[in-house]
């Protein structure tokens, strides 16, 4: 919208350089371009703002395929007005001469125009194609004959369009119609994702299955082992029994020698020594043989006395005393005293 200020009774515009001016004064041209400025008064002017930018149009609507399926289509289409003045003369873009607004709405009618030509030819190429075919190939299909169809449209180039480009973004059939094409792939796909978890545990199980063997082969190895030892730790047990039992019959005979040779020697001993005592017995009674009585009696009396205890006081009573005294008066017994 081009920008217009008052100044005593004068309006002055300025545009963008995206927008075509057109100023007629009093039913003459005064100004016409791009990015004017100028003054003009509002009573004797006419003006006309085409925009000669690229504009987007985004457009959907319904259509039916050859099966009787309703899709909708969604697209867009980028134009320009490349002749503004062919433009402006055979759509109103007039504005308000106080304001700067378009007394129309001429894009609105430009956009009518380009979806309503586009729209025909996207029913006629669906009308002859099914669903599927549709959903696969559709937006190429449509697109090329959108394009075909807005080139040869006469309307536009005698209104001063231009159609740069046209982009059919989907072709969308109803909800449940979708979800119903959708099953087939979603059932294929979790029937793969079934077989891959299928795969998956077989090889689990295949892996647990060796796992087990391997568990089981080393279990057997082991108690293999254990019966080997078991069979050296008997035969180790009987040869350390074997082993001691020499060793005992070998101490046993060793000392049972020992003790055959000790009591030899303690007979030999003995029998020395009874030899012996038996001499000096013999020596000892031989020689109480030659010796006199009285010699007998005294040493007799001297061994007495040695065996006799201690006397430490000698008690003599009357009758004692006087059968010593007797004895001693007598002359004999002086003698054998």
Do not use: C
Not at 37 to 60: G, H, I, K, N, Q
Not at 210 to 227: H, K, M, V, Y
Not at 302 to 329: F, W, Y
Request: glycine share 4%.
């Amino acid at each position: 919208m081009a920008d217009i200020t008052r100044r005593f009774g004068w309006r002055h515009l300025r545009s963008a350089p995206t927008a075509h001016i057109r100023h007629h004064k009093r039913g003459r041209l005064a100004h016409d371009g791009r990015g004017l400025s100028f003054w003009y008064r509002s009573l004797s002017a006419a003006l006309s703002e085409v925009p000669v930018d690229d504009r987007e149009l985004a457009m959907a609507f319904h259509a039916r395929t050859a099966d009787f399926q309703d899709v909708t289509v969604q697209a867009t289409v980028t134009y320009r007005i490349s002749d503004p003045a062919e433009a402006a003369d055979r759509i109103d873009f007039s504005v308000d001469p106080d304001n700067g607004k378009w007394r129309a709405a001429p894009l609105e009618q430009i956009a009518t125009l380009l979806t309503e030509t586009a729209q025909q030819h996207t029913l006629d190429v669906l009308a002859r194609t099914p669903l599927a075919v549709a959903l696969v190939d559709g937006v190429a299909s449509v697109r090329e004959r959108v394009v075909t169809g807005l080139e040869a449209e006469p309307r536009l180039p005698a209104t001063g369009i231009e159609v740069v480009t046209v982009r059919v973004v989907a072709i969308r059939p109803e909800v449940e119609v979708e979800r119903a094409l959708r099953t087939p792939a979603r059932e294929q796909i979790q029937q793969e994702a079934d077989r891959a978890t299928y795969e998956r545990r077989a090889v689990a199980v295949e892996r647990e299955r060796a796992i087990a063997e391997n568990e089981l082969a080393s279990q057997i190895e082991l108690a293999r082992r254990e019966e080997q030892l078991v069979e050296q730790r008997g035969t180790n047990t009987r040869r350390e029994a074997e082993e001691k039992a020499a060793a005992d019959g070998v101490r046993s005979e060793a000392e049972a020698a020992r003790t055959v040779r000790l009591a030899r020697a303690e007979a030999e001993a003995a029998r020395e020594t009874g030899a012996a005592r038996a001499e000096a017995q013999a020596a000892w009674l031989r020689v109480h043989g030659e010796v006199d009585p009285a010699t007998l009696h005294a040493l007799a009396a001297t061994r007495l006395a040695e065996n006799l205890p201690r006397i430490d006081s000698v008690v003599l009573t009357p009758d004692v005393l006087t059968g010593l005294l007797a004895k001693l008066g007598r002359p004999d017994g002086g003698a054998d005293a």
